[in-house]
């Protein structure tokens, strides 16, 4: 069993930065292949960022290309999101994700770990 825990959200006016992370436990971190997802409300939820366990590839929403970056850090069990000149349609929550094995996954289904969510609002 694998258990995520977000951290970092909060009020943030657009175009500053904020940074989100994510603590696994429960299993080696280095096994695992992590996402980031958001949920805007009345919307679903949406594929944001994801990257590998070996050696950090990445891949991202086109929503969020260049002005968001995964990025982990396996001594310290932790992903991160990134997040500069974010933008009032960042605004939901941000869930961390967590799939056994290597490869970078864009899927829900793929994910069989989930954190609690962790809110961003992004002010105009």
């Known amino acids: 069993q694998v258990q995520l825990v977000e951290s970092g959200g909060g009020l943030v006016q657009a175009g500053d930065s904020l940074r989100l992370s994510c603590v696994a436990s429960g299993r080696t971190f280095s096994s695992l292949a992590m996402g980031w997802f958001r949920q805007a409300p009345g919307k679903e939820r949406e594929f944001i960022a994801a990257i590998n366990c070996y050696n950090g590839i990445t891949t991202h929403a086109d929503s969020v290309k260049g002005r968001f970056t995964i990025f982990r850090d396996n001594a310290k069990n932790t992903v991160y999101l990134q997040m500069n000149s974010p933008k009032p349609d960042d605004t939901a929550v941000y869930y961390c994700?967590?799939?056994?094995?290597?490869?970078?996954?864009?899927?829900?289904?793929?994910?069989?770990?989930w954190g609690q969510g962790t809110q961003v609002t992004v002010s105009s």
């Open positions: 994700a967590a799939a056994a094995g290597s490869y970078i996954r864009t899927r829900e289904y793929e994910y069989a770990y």
